[in-house]
Nanobody, 119 residues
Framework: QVQLVESGGGLVQPGGSLRLSCAPSGDIWSIYTMSWYRQAPGKERELVASAGAGGGTRYTDSVKGRFTISRDNAKTTVSLEMNRLKPEDTAVYYC?????????????WGQGTQVTVSS
């Protein structure tokens, strides 16, 4: 069974930092774009940042200059370094990966990890 396993998250004060990580497991043949989404209470899920297999990255405007998405050298894991966190960054963060597995090519989601920015 293919899964995306997330780690990190938690409670942090405004201005603080957190790091999220996501690693796929299972019968994975290829990994294409890996992304982080977030969903705040009462809001739609939104794309935070994405990293393509070729190294290109993109960010939503509200996190530019504060968040950094990166993939390891083997391109199999993705991390999100979050700095200068704000209360409005509070949300459940989800890892997302476009992957080819033994069952074909699909988009997979992690279980989500809570990030709370509060004093």
């Amino acid at each position: 069974q293919v899964q995306l396993v997330e780690s990190g998250g938690g409670l942090v004060q405004p201005g603080g930092s957190l790091r999220l990580s996501c690693a796929p497991s299972g019968d994975i043949w290829s990994i294409y774009t890996m992304s982080w989404y977030r969903q705040a209470p009462g809001k739609e899920r939104e794309l935070v940042a994405s990293a393509g297999a070729g190294g290109g990255t993109r960010y939503t405007d509200s996190v530019k200059g504060r968040f950094t998405i990166s993939r390891d050298n083997a391109k199999t894991t993705v991390s999100l370094e979050m700095n200068r966190l704000k209360p409005e960054d509070t949300a459940v963060y989800y890892c997302n990966a476009d992957m080819r597995t033994g069952g074909g090519r699909n988009v997979y989601w992690g279980q989500g990890t809570q990030v709370t920015v509060s004093s």
